[in-house]
């Protein structure tokens, strides 16, 4: 009876060790398990947070160019309108320095019908503009007769040249008659 009684603690002892063996087996699998599960939760989220940040860094990237592109744009338009007000005031003196070319015609040609005068104007005038493909344009003009006594010379603009040089001479003339 000794004997038999042993031997069933000793059979319920190992009943109850493979039981406990098995329930360990079962909880190491479900925690096996459970460990994948948030593993495969935390990759998922990781990728999330990647592909949100991929998102914003790609639209920090294009404000920055379209930031870019207005800024280029600003100062394109800035360069053509001092371009342009470049031109106006090289066609303004072009235009200044003809009238005064002309007037100084009229006077010239004034003073030669009464003989007893002479008059030379010279008027140089050079303008240069850059137009925005890169040409150039330059405009001269000159008007003169003989002679040269008095000197009046005009100055450059900023970004133009032009230079106006006005020689007024004046000479008696006398008439000899020869009527012998």
Known sequence: MLARTQQQQQDLLRKANEHTNQI?????AR?????????????KRIAEIETDLNTQQAS????????????????ANLKIGALQQ?????ASQANDITAQAAHLGQATTGH???GTTTIK???SAAATTK?????SSTAHGSHGTAGGAHTVAGGAQTGHSSSESKTVETSHHQSHDSRH
């Open 112 to 114: 030669q019908a009464t």
């Open 31 to 43: 925690l096996q398990k459970m460990v994948e599960e948030v593993d495969a939760v935390k990759a």
């Open 131 to 135: 137009e925005a493909g890169g040409s």
């Open 121 to 123: 104007t010279e008027v």
């Open 24 to 28: 360990d087996t079962e909880y190491r």
């Open 86 to 90: 470049a031109q106006a005031q090289a």
């Open 60 to 75: 920090i990237l294009q404000a920055a160019r379209n930031e870019i592109d207005t800024l280029n744009q600003k100062a």
